[in-house]
């Protein structure tokens, strides 16, 4: 059998999607090939998933601070793990349900394969007994978590995202293998709900947090709920039917561990040496970042697939320009939006913009507040963390921020916000700010980086200083 398109798409996650959506709209003929789970990662086992546990968590471990509010009886409050695990899954599958009711249960056999590609040549795949031709092909196959080949042996007392959510229930401990954004968004939810958690990580790092001030401050933070290993590799071993996780001088028996180490491209299938183009370390074709094809061919690379950004916002944008440069017929390249990361755990961590580690010191001054004063927090009882923003010296040009405090992720949009609109320490402070809100603790971090400025400021300023 043979089938001619002008667009074939491979992978029905977020970014595959996001290309299949503009190009039906346009009349495109097209044709989606998923093998496996349909869904996107997002919502099947990513980040809707995970955001129903922390909510469960959260609230439960509210009942601590009752106490100070005048509220009694919250030492009778206790979860139900089974109930918590089942009520996640309900949400998930309702998540599920809405992509696949507005975008694959609308294709026929036309216009959905299901089976895995594999590539003949720049133009033609090969999927179970069919031949696709197609004038452009796009990439989305999305990503896999890394396990190490020997924890497999451990078998499914070694648990990934993929599988986390199935579980009936939570076991009484677990070892979180890698703090980034999952292990510790996971791994405080697991502590919080009742589960012996320890998280171990290779790094000092958390949540790739390179600016030195807010990691300290998430770590001793976080390292309040659950232990925080850091410096030294994790090694597993049997331990009568559960796992001794060792890491330097620390040791721990825990019924299941997390591996929460990243995840790699599903590319192992397609045969991308046919393609002709060269390949990364990790497999991965060379392609161009502001257009996603790759090399001269008309085949694009786009969302977890291309190894940049694993991020929902960012695969869906991968989506659109290369949707874009397939309807135009030629390449214009995108400049992708300011950079923005959040971890949802309490209190939230964010970078945006330039983090630390990309500034040019000797140019830059650091505003920055804690949250103990901030009104608002304190009246929510989350007056923990730290909050700076990083300016141009010369300029008073916001660069980027990064922050571990309550409500972190409305912080982050009005300074990712701020900073792709190049404004300055001056240009914000004319914005309003209520009272008594979080967003006047970035107020007070901007005043904190004005008064520190060594440029011409306006009257208003200088009465603003007064006051």
């Known amino acids: 059998m043979e089938k001619q398109v002008e667009v074939a798409i491979i992978g029905a996650g977020t970014a595959g999607l996001n290309v299949m959506g503009r190009v039906r709209r346009a009349g495109k003929s097209f044709v989606l090939i998923n093998g496996g789970y349909t869904g996107t990662t997002c919502a099947r086992v990513g980040c809707m998933p995970s955001k129903a546990l922390i909510q469960v968590a959260d609230d439960y471990y509210r009942r601590k601070v009752f106490p100070r509010f005048g509220i009694s009886g919250s030492e009778a409050l206790k979860p139900d793990l089974a109930e918590v695990m089942e009520y996640v899954r309900e949400v998930r599958d309702t998540l599920v349900d809405r992509v696949l009711g507005g975008s694959i249960d609308t294709l026929d056999d036309d216009t959905f394969i299901d089976g895995y590609a594999e590539f003949v040549d720049a133009s033609t795949l090969k999927v179970n007994d069919e031949t696709v031709r197609a004038d452009n092909i796009v990439i989305a196959t999305g990503s896999t978590p890394i396990v190490p080949g020997p924890w497999q042996a451990f078998g499914d007392r070694i648990v990934t995202t993929d599988d986390f959510f199935e579980q009936e229930t939570l076991p009484q401990s677990m070892a979180v293998i890698g703090l980034g954004v999952i292990g510790l968004e996971l791994g405080q939810a697991m502590a919080r709900l009742g589960v012996e958690v320890t998280g171990v990580d290779m790094t ?18 976080i390292g309040k709920e659950f232990e925080l290993w850091q410096g030294a590799p994790a090694e597993l071993e049997e331990a009568d039917g559960r796992i001794r996780v060792r890491a330097g001088d620390n040791e721990v028996v825990v019924d299941k561990v997390l591996a929460a180490m990243g995840r790699r491209p599903n590319l192992e299938r397609l045969k991308l040496e ?162 008594p809100v979080m967003e006047e603790a970035l107020q007070g971090a901007l005043r904190n980086a004005l008064g520190q400025l060594e440029i011409d400021l306006p009257a208003y300023v200088e009465v603003e200083q007064r006051q």
């Open 204 to 221: 000092d790092i958390l949540s790739g947090l390179s600016d030195p001030d807010i990691n300290q401050q998430a770590r001793d933070i």
């Open 274 to 435: 046919n393609l002709g183009a060269p390949l990364d370390q990790n497999g991965v074709p060379e392609y161009d970042h502001a257009t996603q094809r790759i090399g001269d061919t008309n085949v694009f690379i786009v969302g977890d697939a291309d190894n940049e950004k694993p991020i929902l916002h960012e695969a869906a944008d991968d989506g659109k320009i290369a949707a874009f440069n397939i309807l135009a017929g030629k390449s214009t390249p995108f400049r992708r939006k300011t950079p923005l990361a959040i971890t949802f755990t309490d209190p939230n961590i964010i970078q945006v913009g330039q983090c630390w580690s990309q500034l040019d010191q000797d140019n830059i001054i650091v505003g920055q507040i804690p949250m103990g004063p901030v009104g608002r927090a304190l009246t929510k009882a989350k007056n923990r963390g730290l909050l700076k923003v990083y300016v141009e010296k010369n300029s008073g040009k916001l660069l980027g921020g990064a922050m571990i405090g309550v409500c972190g992720e409305n912080i982050a949009h009005l300074l990712a916000w701020s900073v792709q609109q190049e404004k300055t320490v001056v240009d914000l402070l004319r914005m309003p700010f209520y009272h």
